[in-house]
């Protein structure tokens, strides 16, 4: 179901656990069935639609949007803001609020799991701006580990790159991608996060992509990284097509 589109696997997993879904005929209750493609899969009664080959998608989040497909605060998600002629897409992980930067979307629901699991121990790196003097002194708990609130950190990789008046950055290196993390693990000691720009999420960069614009990962590049084929992107880039908000 993930694969043809129809729900993330979790959403899946719901629909099931609804009474949605019937397998040749027959309401199933449990996702632990293993189906073949003769088998005849029903969502409220409509036939599912053969699986989507897989494809992924990277987009300059800009500072601002959430990362959910709606926000019970009102707020613009960047759903809004994705060009009208994407597919239907999940986030692989989230940025918060305020972070900016690298984010992979894709059409595949087991993609995204797979890929969010630390233990595919695929390296997020970041550039962060805080406020303060930071020293190596400081900064070594964050490289041996830390506890937030009885929550343990794994080590990061952390860089002092530049001392800039009041701020400093940082080039911060982790492999989980818990709840604002390095906000969190840089205020324990003593520092303030006042912009987060994530540049890289395993072998895949940032790179030069503009704000706000989406641009497909080849079909080669998801057979060398994910071992996976994928179709060749219709286009290379695209760009925000949506009236501006008000």
């Known amino acids: 179901m993930a694969r043809a589109g129809a729900a993330s696997r979790r959403g899946a997993e ?10 040749n005929g027959k309401t199933i209750t449990s996702p632990a069935l293993n189906v073949t493609g003769s ?30 497909a709606r926000d019970e605060k ?23 609020l305020t972070s900016e930067g690298l984010l992979l979307l894709t059409n595949d629901g087991e993609i995204k799991r ?9 390296s997020r790196k970041y550039r962060v701006r805080v406020k303060g003097t930071p020293d190596e002194a400081m900064l070594e708990p964050l490289r041996k580990g830390i506890s937030v609130d009885g929550e343990n950190f794994q080590p990061m990789t952390v860089t002092l790159d530049r001392q800039q008046g009041a701020n400093a950055w940082l080039t911060i ?16 000691v003593g520092l303030t ?18 704000m706000g614009a989406v641009e497909e990962v080849k079909a ?12 060749e992107p219709q286009k290379k880039r695209s760009t925000r097509k949506r009236a501006p908000r008000n």
């Open 14 to 23: 719901q629909m099931i656990a609804d009474g949605r879904v019937r397998v």
């Open 39 to 68: 088998d005849r899969i029903e969502i409220d009664g409509q036939a599912l639609a053969a699986a989507e080959p897989t494809r992924l998608w990277l987009y300059h989040k800009p500072s601002g949007l959430v990362t959910t």
């Open 74 to 96: 009102g707020r613009a998600t960047i759903f809004d803001e994705l060009p009208e002629d994407l597919p239907r897409v999940m986030p692989v992980g989230r940025l918060d």
């Open 114 to 122: 797979k890929l969010e699991l630390p233990s595919t121990g695929w």
């Open 173 to 188: 290196s982790l492999r989980e991608g818990r709840n604002r993390e390095i906000r969190r693990a840089a205020e324990a």
């Open 193 to 210: 996060v006042n912009r987060l720009i994530r540049v890289s999420y395993g072998p895949f960069r940032l790179g030069d992509l503009r």
């Open 220 to 231: 080669r590049v998801l057979r060398d990284q994910l071992g996976l084929p994928g179709p």
